[in-house]
């Protein structure tokens, strides 16, 4: 049996994935985005950023949860991996991304900065691509995988 390396198992996704998300929470801001008559609304616009941040971070651990001992940092399944499409995954196929882009959403509110919007397009855009290479990966792993992407939608429950 050919063993495959990190390299092979898409670990260089990881590593973008984390420094986009890095950007998000710890990178510049930029100038802010709201204009001056709407700043009295910031505080309120940041309790909703945080009630989003919780509710994404909490979707991504259920969706975690869900996959059990198939959970892995990486986008390649596990060698001994099964299709799950129980729990959230009944709703979404990425329900991990799906928290995360909620989180990134939900900074968005509470800092609404240009360089915060910048890096959450590029996360969404990033996890797009990231996401056509997994398939391919979930695709020749689970046969039923087909018929399961047909069904499910990607990233938002019955839209998208």
């Given at each position: 049996m050919t063993r495959i390396s990190l390299k092979q198992r898409g670990v260089g996704y990881v590593l973008v994935q984390g420094i986009l998300i890095g950007l998000i929470l710890f990178g510049p801001r930029g100038s802010i985005l709201l204009p001056d008559f709407l700043i009295y609304w910031l505080p309120y616009l940041q309790v909703l950023g945080t009630i989003i941040c919780i509710l994404g971070l909490l979707f991504s651990l259920v969706a975690a949860l869900n996959l059990g001992p198939n959970l892995t940092p990486l986008p390649c399944p596990k060698?001994?991996?099964?299709?799950?499409?129980?729990?959230l995954y009944r709703f979404v196929r990425h329900p991990i991304y799906s928290g995360v882009l909620m989180v990134a959403l939900g900074w968005l509110c509470i800092y609404p900065y240009l360089f915060v919007l910048m890096y959450a397009i590029a996360l969404t855009l990033f996890f797009e691509f990231k996401i056509k290479r997994e398939e391919r990966w979930l695709l020749e792993k689970f046969p039923a995988y087909s018929e399961y992407?047909?069904?499910?939608?990607?990233?938002?429950?019955?839209?998208?």
């Open positions: 060698d001994h991996a099964q299709l799950v499409q129980l729990g992407r047909q069904k499910v939608k990607k990233l938002i429950p019955w839209v998208y």
